[in-house]
C-alpha cells in the first residue's frame, strides 16, 4: 500500500509562532506522519487534483496534503487494488512527495491496469483516499486520465525511480521450429534474431512460455514464476512488456563510459503448437552513485549518449536528446529561464543544475549546531536512436538526486539604517522547513510571539528563485534589549542576540549568534552662552551639530547682518560671537539700583522651520553709572531711564517736582535733567558736615493716574539726592527706585501692607478673625499681638513697631490714651508690661523679620472713678528699616528683638512710606 502524507506548507508571512510540528520517518515507500501538535490547526485541505499525460507516462499531481495520508486505488474492472510498493514497481507506477507536501504520481500508460485501446489510447483511473486524523472522516477521489499515444518508438524504455520498463514491438524474425534445446539463447549467434524481427509482426497465437535472464550468465524462468518474482510481463496487441523492479537477482550491473549503470537483459520465448519464437528485450538504469558529481554550487549528471548493452549493431545514431524536470521535458528556451544546461559531447550527455535552481528543494539538517541543507530535484534525459533503418529506440530516465549536506552558515545581513533608530535585521538563508523559535537577548530571552508583542516585526519571506526563506526582525534602539554607550558627541548602540531555530520535520534546534552596533552622532541644538563687563555685553553662540539653520534674537529684534555689523559681529566656523553695548536699544533695564542700573539682554535662538525655540537665554549685569551728577557750581543732573516694569511710560513727559521742569533731552528710554538746588522743588537739608539737595522725576500726578488706569504698572519715581560735604567741595550720591519694584517692600499700590491681628495664644498659630470683633476678654487675660509686614520677600527690610497704645474710641487721637510701647521699648512706668515674643520661621514665616510679637494684659481704663470703662482699641506706629539705608530712630531694634538675632543698626527707608499706622479693636472686657 501507498501512503505518503506530508505536512501542510507553511503560510509564508503569517505568524511563525504556532508553528506545526511533525515528525517523519521514512520506511521504503512508506512516508509516514505523525502529528504531534496543533491537531486543531490542521485543516482538511480541498485536494487540487490534476492529471497530465506526459509521452509514455502520465502524471497526476495532488496537494497539498495538508498532514494527511493519501492512498491510492487502482480501479480496474469495477475492483480496487491497492497500490503497495512491489505492486508499483511491477505495474508501472512511482511516486513522490516535494517539501510542501505536493504529491506526484507517476505511471506508465503502459501500466498494468490501463485500459488499452490497440496500443494508442491508454486509460488509467485511481481513487485517492485521504486519511485524516480520527476527528475528520477519510476523503475519496477519483482520478481517470486517457492518454493518447502513437508515436511508438520500436523500443521504449523507461527508468522511474523504482522499476525499468521496456516496451518492444511485438515482432519476431520468423517462425522456427522448436528445436530440441528449448532454449535458443544458448545459440551464440542470438543477437541476429531481433535485427530481422521488425518485418513479421508476432502471430497472436503465440505464447510467451518462459524468459532467459541474462545475468550475464543465463538464467531462465516460466513467465508465471518471474510475475511471482516481481516482473511485469503483459503482451498487447503490438507490443511486448517487461518491467523489472530496479534491484532484481536478475540485474548486472556494468559500467558505461564509465557511468555505472543497472542492465536488464532477456529474451522472451514465444511458443505456438510446435514453433517458438523469441523476442529479445532489454533495459539498462543509470545508477546514481558514479552518475553525478556534486561541488556545492552544481549538479552535474553524466548519461552515455550510447547505452552499449542496449546496442547491438554498429549503425547507433543519436538523433534526439531533451532534458525535463518531474517528467516534463522543457525547451530550451525553459532550460535557460531556470539555469539549467545540458550539452551532449562524444561520450556522454551532460546536465547541469545548479543547486537551488527551480524545480527542486531544499531540506535543512543539523549537525553540531551547523546548519546544513540537501537539495533535491528530478531532472529526466530522454534520447532517441535508431541503429537500423526500422529499428529505434525512445529511452526516458528520471533520476531523483539529492546532493550531500551543504553547509549554509546562516548570515545575518544588517539593514540598519541609524537615524531610523531601528536595528533591521535579515537573518538567512534556510530552507523553508527552518522555523524561529526564540531570540535570546543580552537581557532576556523572548519567543517571537513574544517578539511581535514587543513591536519587533518579525517577518519571514521565501525568495520566489531560489525557495530559501530569510527571516526579517526590527528592533527599535529604545527597547531595553538595545545597549547604550556614549563616547564623546555619539551614541553606540549595540544588540547582541541569538536566534533559536528549529526544522520542523526533524526537531533538529540550533542557533545562530549575531553581534550588531550602530552608531548616531548626538544632536546637539545651537547653544548660546555670554557675560558682560563694565559696559558691554559678550554673547557666544555656538553652532549645533545639524547645520546652520537658526535665527538669532537679540532683544526684540532678528540678528540681521547689518545690526551684526553694529554689534561687531565675528564668527570662525564653530562658535560665532557680538557684543552689545548696555545702552543699546536691545538691553533692557530691570531696575535701578544705588549707583548701576541693572540691565539685561535676552538672547533667543529659533527654529524658523518649526518656529520652536531651541535655546533662550538671558544675562543680566549690574552697570556702574553715574545717573545724577552734582557739579560744584550747584548745577545737578539726573538720567531717568525707562525700566522693563513700566513699558508705557513716555520718559518725555516725566518732571521733577515741579511739574514745568520737565526734561531737556528725552527719548523713547531716557529722560536727561538738568536743575539746580533752587530751582524745579529741590529742597535742601542741613547735615553735620554736609547739606543734602532732594527732587524727585515722576509723571505728574494727573499722568500718572492715568497711567495707572491703564495699566496694572508700578508707578514710577526716581528720586534725586545730592550730599555736599561742607568741608570740601561736594560729593555726590544717588538713590532711586521705582516705588514698587523689589527689593522695596512697598511694593503694594505704593502703600505698606502692615497687618495687626490677636492671637489665640502664644503659639502664634490660630487668630481672632476680622468678623469675630468684638472680642471678649477678662481682665488681665493675656492678649497677644502680632504684626507683619505683608507681601514682601526682602529679608533684608525689618518691621519694628515704633509706638503702641490704647484708646477707648476707635479715633486713634483720642484721650484718654495708654502708651505700651515707646520708641520701640515698653512703657517703663506701665504696671503691666508688655512682653515681647520672639519670631521664629515656619510655614507661614518667611522672614522673622517681617514679625513682631508682643503680649498685653487686658486691662480697663477708669473713666470715672467708679465706671471701669469695657472698650479698648490698639493702635501702632510701625516702620520699616532698611539695613542699606541710612537712617536711624527705632531701626536700631534694641528692646523689641529680645531674641537678639539682628546685629547692626537697621535703618528706616524713607520718611515718607516708612510709617504705617495700625488700629486692632474693639477689645471687650467680659
Ligand atoms: C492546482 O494545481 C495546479 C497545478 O498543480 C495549479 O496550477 C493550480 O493553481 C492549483 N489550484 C489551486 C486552487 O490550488
Ligand atoms: C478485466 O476484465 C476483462 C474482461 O472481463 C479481462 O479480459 C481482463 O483481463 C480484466 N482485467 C484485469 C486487470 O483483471
Ligand atoms: C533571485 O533573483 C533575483 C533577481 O533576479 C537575484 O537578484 C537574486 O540574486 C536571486 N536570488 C538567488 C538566491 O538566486
Ligand atoms: C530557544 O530556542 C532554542 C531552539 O529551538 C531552544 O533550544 C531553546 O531552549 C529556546 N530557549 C528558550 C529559553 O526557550
Ligand atoms: C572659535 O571660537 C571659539 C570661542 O572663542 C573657540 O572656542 C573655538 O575653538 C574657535 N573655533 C575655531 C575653529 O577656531
Ligand atoms: C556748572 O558746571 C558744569 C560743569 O562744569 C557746566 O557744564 C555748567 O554749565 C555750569 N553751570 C553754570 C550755571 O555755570
Ligand atoms: C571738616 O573739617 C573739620 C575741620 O577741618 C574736620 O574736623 C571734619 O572732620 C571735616 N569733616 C569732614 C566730613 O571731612
Known amino acids: 500500500m501507498y501512503m505518503l502524507s506530508a505536512l501542510r506548507g507553511e503560510e509564508e508571512g503569517a505568524s511563525l509562532c504556532g508553528y506545526k510540528a511533525a515528525l517523519f520517518t521514512r520506511r521504503g515507500w512508506f512516508i509516514l506522519l505523525i502529528a504531534v501538535a496543533n491537531i486543531e490547526a490542521q485543516k482538511r485541505p480541498s485536494l487540487n487534483i490534476s492529471s497530465k499525460c506526459l509521452g509514455n507516462v502520465m502524471r497526476v499531481d ?144 503465440f505464447r510467451i512460455r518462459t524468459i532467459v535472464f541474462f545475468t550475464p550468465e543465463e538464467k531462465i524462468m516460466k513467465v508465471a514464476e518471474a510475475q511471482r518474482s516481481g516482473y511485469g510481463i503483459t503482451n498487447t496487441p503490438s507490443r511486448l512488456l517487461l518491467r523489472s523492479p530496479k534491484t532484481s537477482p536478475e540485474t548486472y550491473t556494468q559500467s558505461v563510459a564509465g557511468v555505472p549503470m543497472s542492465v536488464l537483459k532477456t529474451s522472451m520465448i514465444f511458443e505456438k503448437k510446435w514453433l517458438a519464437t523469441q523476442i529479445d528485450a532489454a533495459a539498462a538504469c543509470p545508477i546514481l552513485e558514479g552518475s553525478v558529481s556534486f561541488t556545492p554550487k552544481t549538479i552535474t549528471w553524466y548519461l552515455p549518449c550510447r547505452i552499449d548493452p542496449l546496442i547491438s549493431s554498429g549503425q547507433f545514431k543519436l538523433l534526439e536528446v531533451h532534458m525535463g524536470i518531474d517528467g516534463q521535458r522543457l525547451n530550451p528556451a525553459e532550460l535557460h529561464a531556470r539555469q539549467y544546461s545540458m ?66 552558515p546562516p548570515q545575518v545581513i544588517d539593514n540598519t539604517v541609524p537615524e531610523e533608530r531601528m536595528f533591521k535585521i535579515v537573518l538567512g538563508h534556510f530552507a523553508p522547513d527552518v522555523v524561529l523559535v526564540n531570540i535570546t537577548f543580552s537581557t532576556e530571552v523572548l519567543s517571537t510571539t513574544d517578539c511581535s508583542v514587543r513591536g519587533f516585526n518579525i517577518m519571514a519571506f521565501t525568495s520566489p528563485n531560489s525557495s530559501l526563506k530569510v527571516f526579517s526582525l526590527e528592533v527599535p534602539f529604545t527597547d531595553p534589549v538595545v545597549q547604550q554607550r556614549r563616547e564623546m558627541e555619539i551614541t553606540v548602540y549595540s544588540l547582541h542576540l541569538t536566534f533559536g531555530l528549529l526544522v520542523l520535520d526533524d526537531f533538529f534546534k540550533f542557533s545562530h549568534t549575531a553581534s550588531l552596533a550602530a552608531t548616531l552622532v548626538d544632536i546637539a541644538p545651537p547653544s548660546v552662552s555670554g557675560g558682560c563687563d563694565y559696559q558691554n555685553f559678550y554673547i557666544l553662540v555656538k553652532y549645533g551639530n545639524q547645520g546652520f539653520n537658526f535665527q538669532t534674537m537679540v532683544g526684540k529684534q532678528q540678528l540681521t547682518p547689518s545690526l551684526a555689523r553694529q554689534y561687531s559681529f565675528t564668527e570662525n566656523g564653530t562658535h560665532f560671537s557680538f557684543v552689545v553695548p548696555f545702552s543699546a536699544p536691545d538691553v533692557m533695564f530691570e531696575a535701578i539700583e544705588s549707583a548701576s542700573v541693572r540691565s539685561r539682554l535676552d538672547v533667543v535662538l529659533r527654529n524658523p522651520e518649526t518656529n520652536t525655540n531651541f535655546k533662550e537665554f538671558s544675562v543680566a549685569c549690574n552697570f556702574f553709572t553715574a545717573l545724577t551728577e552734582c557739579f560744584p557750581n550747584g548745577t545737578m543732573t539726573a538720567l531717568a531711564v525707562k525700566l522693563e516694569v513700566v513699558p508705557s511710560l513716555n520718559p518725555s513727559q516725566l518732571t521733577l517736582r515741579d511739574p514745568t521742569c520737565g526734561p531737556s533731552y528725552s527719548n523713547e528710554r531716557y529722560a536727561y535733567f538738568v536743575f539746580s538746588g533752587n530751582s524745579c522743588g529741590t529742597t535742601r537739608k542741613f547735615l553735620p558736615n554736609m547739606m543734602l539737595y532732594e527732587n524727585e522725576i515722576a509723571l505728574p500726578d494727573e499722568l500718572e493716574l492715568k497711567r495707572q488706569a491703564k495699566t496694572e504698572e508700578p508707578e514710577y519715581e526716581l528720586k534725586i539726592s545730592c550730599y555736599y560735604d561742607t568741608n570740601t567741595t561736594h560729593t555726590a550720591a544717588f538713590h532711586t527706585r521705582p516705588r514698587r519694584s523689589e527689593p522695596y517692600a512697598e511694593n503694594a499700590k505704593g502703600q505698606l501692607q502692615v497687618a495687626m491681628r490677636l ?90 523679620s517681617h514679625f513682631k510679637r508682643f503680649e498685653v494684659q487686658m486691662f480697663a481704663f477708669t473713666k470715672d472713678q467708679e465706671d471701669l470703662s469695657r472698650r479698648l482699641f490698639i493702635h501702632c506706629d510701625v516702620v520699616i528699616c532698611d539695613a542699606r539705608n541710612p537712617l536711624g530712630g527705632v531701626c536700631g531694634g534694641q528692646c523689641s528683638n529680645p531674641e537678639n538675632g539682628m546685629k547692626g543698626q537697621r535703618r528706616a527707608i524713607s520718611d515718607i512710606q516708612r510709617f504705617k499706622q495700625l488700629t486692632l479693636g474693639p477689645i471687650l472686657q467680659s
Open 343 to 408: 550539452s551532449v559531447n562524444d561520450v556522454h550527455v551532460v546536465v547541469e543544475i545548479p543547486v537551488g535552481a527551480v524545480g527542486g528543494y531544499f531540506k535543512s539538517h543539523v549537525q553540531d549546531d551547523q546548519y546544513l541543507v540537501s537539495y533535491t530535484v528530478e531532472p529526466m534525459i530522454e534520447m532517441f536512436w535508431t541503429e537500423a533503418t526500422l529499428e529505434d529506440t525512445r529511452y526516458k530516465v528520471f533520476l531523483p538526486i539529492t546532493t550531500p549536506l551543504l553547509s549554509r
Open 759 to 848: 492671637a489665640l495664644d502664644d503659639s502664634y498659630s490660630v487668630f481672632h478673625r476680622i468678623e469675630d470683633y468684638p472680642i471678649a476678654k477678662y481682665l488681665q487675660q493675656p492678649l497677644y499681638f502680632e504684626v507683619e509686614l505683608m507681601r514682601s520677600t526682602n529679608p533684608k527690610v525689618s518691621l519694628e513697631l515704633e509706638n503702641c497704645w490704647a484708646t477707648l474710641d476707635e479715633d486713634k487721637t483720642s484721650l484718654p490714651r495708654w502708651n505700651l510701647i515707646i520708641n520701640g521699648c515698653v512703657n517703663p512706668v506701665d504696671p503691666y508690661q508688655v512682653i515681647f515674643h520672639p519670631v521664629w520661621a515656619d510655614a507661614r514665616v518667611q522672614h522673622p
Open 62 to 205: 495532488v496537494g497539498p496534503l495538508g498532514g494527511n495520508l493519501l492512498e491510492v486505488v487502482v480501479v480496474v474492472n469495477n475492483s480496487a487494488i491497492l497500490l503497495t510498493p512491489s505492486v508499483a514497481s511491477q505495474c508501472g507506477f512511482s511516486m513522490k512527495i516535494d517539501k510542501l507536501g505536493n504529491a506526484m504520481i507517476y505511471a506508465s500508460i503502459q501500466n498494468c491496469f490501463a485500459q488499452n485501446v490497440k496500443d494508442e489510447i491508454f486509460t488509467t483511473a485511481l481513487h485517492l483516499r485521504l486519511h485524516g486524523n480520527r476527528l475528520v472522516e477519510d476523503e475519496l477521489y477519483q482520478v481517470a486520465e486517457t492518454c493518447r499515444y502513437t508515436a511508438w518508438a520500436s523500443r521504449e524504455i523507461i527508468c522511474d525511480h523504482n522499476y525499468m520498463e521496456v516496451s518492444v514491438k511485438r515482432a519476431a524474425p520468423g517462425d522456427y521450429a522448436l528445436p530440441d534445446h528449448p532454449f535458443p539463447e544458448a545459440n551464440p549467434k542470438f543477437g541476429h534474431f531481433r535485427r530481422a524481427a521488425e518485418k513479421w509482426p508476432l502471430d497472436p497465437g
